[in-house]
């Protein structure tokens, strides 16, 4: 029962440093998305994605790329990390349709220095 | 703008009492509602998804509330437990037609002392 998995768990970078954080799942679902969380605020969106080969930005895509070549994996990748980006990522899965249930991964501390 | 507000911020109760959490929005067009579970260092896991129509729906000692008129919802935790101890989450979705858009609340941090 996998799920959904985040690597790494940890990561510490320099400012002008990129990195790919991955997120893979084993439940064939069609929808994925990339989410950060900071202090004090809701978790936001950053890119999403509704099926192999098709993206879109979310609340707050500067500084990230997103590719979906399969339907398991959606890496984000940081161009050129800067202390804002310091934050928890996360990444959730779900079936498309209204209703349907998000799944979410353990999380990717980062930190940026 | 769309807005999901909750409180308390924070919850100290004793273990075995019951508590009640509240979530206010004005996220529209609403599609469903959501409460999720965040263990400290985890995800947040989906505790109930209530659409319109749903007033209640319970996952075991966890109910939550609807009203849609008003805009509210509540979550209810009965006979409280150690476990219980994490930020719960209130989450208005709304629906795009291809994808669900989801506006989270920043949470309400309960701890459950002996």
């Known amino acids: 029962n996998a799920g959904v998995t985040q690597t790494p768990k940890f990561q510490v970078l320099k400012t002008g440093q990129s990195m790919t954080l991955q997120c893979a799942q084993d439940?064939?679902?069609?929808?994925m998305s990339w989410y950060r969380q900071d202090p004090g605020m809701g978790l936001r969106l950053i890119h999403y994605s509704v099926g192999a080969g098709i993206t879109d930005q979310g609340e707050v895509p500067n500084g990230y790329n997103v590719s979906r070549s399969t339907t398991e994996d959606f890496p984000l990748r940081l161009l050129s990390a800067a202390p804002s980006q310091t934050s928890v990522y996360f990444c959730?899965?779900?079936?498309?349709?209204?209703?349907?249930?998000?799944?979410f991964g353990q999380g990717t501390r980062l930190t940026v220095v | 703008k769309n807005q999901v507000e909750q409180s308390p911020q924070s919850l100290i109760i004793l273990e075995g009492k019951n508590c009640t959490l509240q979530c206010n929005y004005t996220v529209s067009p609403f599609s469903n509602l959501r409460w999720y579970k965040q263990d400290t260092g985890r995800g947040p896991v989906s505790l109930t998804i209530?659409?319109?129509?749903?007033n209640t729906k319970s996952n075991g000692r966890y109910t939550a509330t609807l009203d849609a008129d008003t805009k509210q919802s509540s979550l209810h935790i009965t006979a409280s437990q150690l476990s219980d101890s994490a930020s719960y989450i209130c989450?208005?979705?709304?629906?795009?037609?291809?994808?669900?858009?989801?506006?989270f609340g920043t949470g309400t941090r309960l701890q459950v002392t002996l």
């Open positions: 989450v208005v979705s709304e629906w795009s037609g291809t994808a669900s858009k989801l506006t």
């Open positions: 959730a899965s779900s079936h498309t349709g209204r209703h349907t249930e998000a799944f």
């Open positions: 209530m659409t319109f129509s749903e």
């Open positions: 439940m064939n679902h069609e929808y």
